[in-house]
């Protein structure tokens, strides 16, 4: 995607992945931080997306960021989501199915393909056919405002702490095992 991007964009731009992460970082926040200087999210779609915290986070900032800047209304029907749906588009969720997708088909979404395989030649044709329109969603994306990248960095650190606190699953009792 990378590669083809790069022959589309008039300036440009990084394309981050969140497996770009330095090791060793607070992942929370400089996901968020990442996220909020990101122009578009190009989400992978399947069935299980939603399930993934971070994966919904990172959805439901960019819809707000949406919303906030007046996108994807009947006078401005952009925005800054594309979705490619990798498996099962039938799950999207109603709040979603306003948003045009793409396919990438099944063949074709295979972690552990040879770069000079079949498959690989038909995912570069597919990415190479996107890549014009994904551009100009970057390149008519708003500017980045510098309040973005503090708001999403401390949700996203609240989300991991939230999930990460200890919690009490039993009800303590004082008079166990008390002497008498």
Not at 17 to 27: P, R, V, Y
Not at 49 to 74: D, F, I, K
Not at 112 to 134: F, H, Q
Request: one cysteine or more; charged letters at 25%.
């Amino acid at each position: 995607m990378r590669d083809c991007l790069a022959y589309e964009l008039r300036t440009p731009k990084g394309v981050f992945f969140d497996a770009q992460l330095d090791e060793g970082i607070t992942w929370p926040p400089a996901l968020g931080h990442k996220l909020a200087r990101s122009r578009i999210l190009l989400s992978l779609w399947s069935r299980q997306y939603l399930h993934s915290t971070w994966c919904a986070m990172e959805l439901a900032h960019m819809r707000a960021r949406e919303a906030a800047l007046g996108l994807r209304t009947a006078r401005n029907p952009g925005g800054l989501i594309a979705i490619a749906i990798i498996h099962d588009g039938e799950e999207m969720p109603p709040a979603l199915r306003d948003i045009q997708t793409f396919e990438i088909p099944y063949e074709y979404f295979n972690t552990r393909m040879r770069e000079d395989s079949r498959e690989a030649a038909g995912l570069e044709t597919l990415l190479r056919d996107k890549a014009p329109a994904l551009a100009r969603m970057i390149e008519s994306a708003p500017a980045f405002r510098s309040g973005w990248a503090t708001k999403a960095a401390k949700r996203f650190y609240a989300a991991f702490k939230a999930r990460t606190a200890p919690s009490q699953t039993e009800r303590v009792s004082f008079t166990r095992g008390r002497r008498r």
